[in-house]
């Protein structure tokens, strides 16, 4: 009987986090064989990888562990929008009003630009990084995963050439600010 309830309540408690995880990737896969978007997904075995390259000099110690928490990243992107600003309006929409534990984190406004980041918590730890982007031509949708600490994964960004993930620096900029 108990591991009939403890079953229920693990299905029932995860239930929020699937329906998160749905919704993103049923937006990455509506649009990720669009030829007017690139698609880029990252999976935790090739995070372990780079986490083997970088040195073991004391600087990148901590860099190399927050690495190795990181579970995935997937980036859906487009530099040929006819109204970037709508389709990031359109993503929020789908994402975020399906009941999502979401929380913002920063939002930048600035030049007919929108930038939004948004995190999922597990008590006092990020497993989820959402960027969402959209302006002019331009949308991007980012998605980060695993056990994310956020002045590690700026300062990853910066050595990381993956059109979007300076945004992160952002992050960092924000931080120091306070």
Do not use: C, H, W
């Amino acid at each position: 009987m108990k591991i009939a309830i403890l079953f229920f309540l693990a299905v029932g408690l995860a239930g929020p986090v699937r329906a998160q995880d749905d919704a993103i990737s049923r937006y990455f896969s509506q649009y990720s064989d669009n030829d007017d978007f690139t698609s880029v997904y990252v999976s935790s075995r090739m995070f372990s990888l780079f986490s083997r390259a970088v040195e073991d000099d004391p600087e990148d110690r901590e860099l190399k562990r927050a690495i190795s928490k990181l579970k995935g990243l997937r980036i859906l992107s487009s530099d040929k929008m006819r109204d970037g600003r709508k389709m990031y309006q359109e993503a929020a929409r789908t994402i975020l009003d399906r009941g999502t534990e979401y929380e913002e984190l920063m939002v930048v406004k600035s030049e007919g630009q929108e930038l939004k980041f948004l995190v999922v918590e597990s008590g006092d730890k990020i497993k989820e990084l959402l960027m969402l982007s959209g302006g002019g031509n331009d949308f991007l949708m980012l998605s980060l995963i695993g056990d994310i600490d956020l002045k590690q994964i700026s300062r990853l960004s910066k050595s990381m050439d993956v059109k979007g993930l300076e945004n992160l620096e952002k992050l960092d900029q924000n931080d120091r600010k306070k």
